[in-house]
């Protein structure tokens, strides 16, 4: 598979921004560019596997206390620990969430990505853009 093209990844980082901001204008924090003992929320990352096969990743973090509770019972093999069933509930919930205020907006998503696997796929921003673009009056 041949990299993506430098447009192919400009055009990514803007949908990146587009992502970004209409989730931040819903009321989501971002744990973008924080320390992951301190990070919690919309993660955005660019998917660019080639020009064909180009996206935007959108995945939740949880408030680091539960994260890191849930790190522990899973190093100690608690599967059955309350904080690794309540990140489980939250991942299940965040997810549908992000992808509903996304396809609201006008963003495409791929329907084919399954979100449990643990992410929102986008593949484009709404033609205008997204919310941001009503707020400009």
Known sequence: MEPPSDE????MRRLAGEV???LLIAGLPSAGGLHPLVAQGVIVELDVLGD??????VHWRPHPSLANAA???AAARDVSA???QRLGQVGTAMLPAIAGILSTAGFTLDTDEDIAA????VLAAPDGGGTARLLED
Do not use: H, Y
């Open 8 to 11: 192919t990844m400009a055009a």
């Open 20 to 22: 970004q901001d209409e």
């Open 52 to 57: 064909d096969d180009a996206a935007v990743s």
């Open 71 to 73: 790190a522990r019972a």
């Open 82 to 84: 309350g904080t690794m």
């Open 118 to 121: 643990g992410a929102v796929r």
